[in-house]
């Protein structure tokens, strides 16, 4: 019995030797390429995408220097090239303004808007966040803020910090000195620009004139030019040949719970695939539209916040599916039943909008992903250019739509952005409006 145990202590160490002796000749004799490792998966070796949603969860959509002149405002979108350098001097200030407790002073629209006209950066979010949801995505613990919803944040050249979303605005009293060189470094390096940004309470767009008026959301951006931006096209990596491709949608599967060797699934009448499994339905549909519909607990996401752990779901679907695109929260929300995220597609530094939906739609709840869908995209910029319709004309064109239904309309968002109709034509540029609860594109 000692005999045959000490065979197979022999036989164990001379196969671990011969691999190693193996792993030395490859590469010393040029046969297997130098670092590589025999080992490493390709689940751990897949391309990187340059657009992590977990590092940029928490990033605005966009970020205005306010010189103190009116006629010299600069937005800097998520892809220009001195965006990541402000919104990190920006997200240094905000992270300690937000991580002192009881520090939130209410303040009047008064002082709000002078803070918006003097120096300043003012960083604009998709999304409306609570002073608890917005602390874990900075990653750090929820002070005693006041229990309101905001979107938008301005720091003070001196540092101060304040937050609003309109129904109320507070000030964090802050000293920094990151500020001021910014804004002084851009007024110098963008002063002979001719375009002109405007708010909408500047020209008290943002106040009832009579009857039959339109009132815009004091915060929205005025264009004094049409955007001119090269135009984008859109690419479905779920279809090949006019099919969908099951390969390709095999690496995310587990992800999703479904074991493709043992998950019943079926193709419906119009082409969509569906895998049935324990934890849940996961449907792809020919446009690439995957849905996800838990059954029971769901799926068990990584360690963290719901915010992060979603971030991370997305940054592992997005791998598999080679998809390197910039995504940005656009709602944040929670409930009895869990937390609510979506997200946009950036391109360009634009948003990319959806007819009905938006490219990513999550619910987390205790830890599980209860319901998840994606518009499964890739997108390439072009040489093409396309040129938008000039803010007052787009603005006309709205009221012209709406007015005959409504005596006074208020127009809550309004912005440059880019329009997918599932299509995979090329996207162009044009104006995203929101009418109350009346969408118009």
Request: aromatic share 10%; proline share 3%; charged share 20%.
């Amino acid at each position: 019995m000692k005999t045959e145990r000490i065979k197979s202590i022999v036989l164990i160490l001379l196969i671990i030797t011969n691999l190693v002796l193996a792993e030395k000749i490859l590469v010393n004799e040029k046969l297997w390429l130098s670092g590589y490792n025999f080992f490493v998966s390709t689940r751990n070796s897949r391309k990187k995408n340059n657009f992590s949603v977990s590092e940029r969860l928490s990033m605005p959509e966009k970020i205005v220097v306010n010189t103190g002149y009116q006629s010299s405002r600069f937005i800097f979108k998520r892809d220009d090239k001195d965006f990541a350098s402000i919104n990190s001097a920006a997200s240094e200030i905000v992270k300690s303004a937000f991580s002192m407790p009881k520090s939130a002073l209410e303040i009047s629209p008064e002082d709000w808007y002078a803070a918006l006209t003097a120096k300043s950066l003012y960083l604009n979010y998709s999304a409306s966040f609570t002073p608890s949801i917005f602390a874990s995505l900075l990653g750090i613990s929820s002070s005693d803020f006041p229990d309101t919803e905001f979107s938008d944040i301005v720091i003070a050249e001196n540092g101060n910090v304040y937050f609003g979303g309109g129904a109320a605005y507070y000030k964090i009293p802050f000293t920094s000195s990151l500020a001021s060189p910014i804004i002084q470094s851009v007024f110098l390096e963008h002063a002979d620009e001719e375009s002109v940004i405007n708010y909408s309470f500047d020209l008290n767009f943002d106040k009832n004139s009579g009857e039959s008026s339109t009132v815009l959301s004091p915060m929205i951006l005025i264009y004094s030019e049409p955007v001119t931006e090269n135009t984008v096209l859109p690419e479905n990596p779920v279809t090949k040949d006019g099919e969908i491709d099951r390969k390709a949608l095999s690496g995310i599967l587990s992800d999703f719970g479904v074991n493709k060797s043992s998950a019943r699934s079926y193709t419906e009448a119009d082409g969509s695939l569906v895998y049935v499994e324990n934890n849940g339905i996961l449907k792809i549909t020919e446009s690439g539209i995957l849905t996800f519909t838990a059954r029971g607990n769901g799926v068990k996401l990584k360690n963290g916040s719901a915010s992060s752990q979603i971030a991370a779901f997305i940054d592992e679907i997005n791998g598999k599916m080679n998809i390197d695109a910039d995504l940005c929260l656009s709602s944040a929300q929670a409930d009895d039943s869990g937390q609510h995220f979506e997200f946009d597609y950036m391109a360009k530094g634009y948003p990319v909008k959806y007819a009905d939906r938006c490219a990513v739609s999550a619910t987390v709840s205790n830890g599980y992903l209860v319901s998840y869908s994606q518009i499964l995209r890739r997108f390439t910029v072009t040489d093409a250019q396309s040129v938008s319709p000039d803010f007052i004309q787009a603005l006309d064109e709205i009221i012209d739509t709406y007015h005959g239904s409504m005596s006074e309309m208020r127009i809550t968002k309004m912005y440059p952005a880019f329009f997918d109709d599932l299509s995979q034509n090329e996207l162009e540029i044009d104006w995203h409006i929101a009418v109350d609860n009346v969408l118009a594109e």
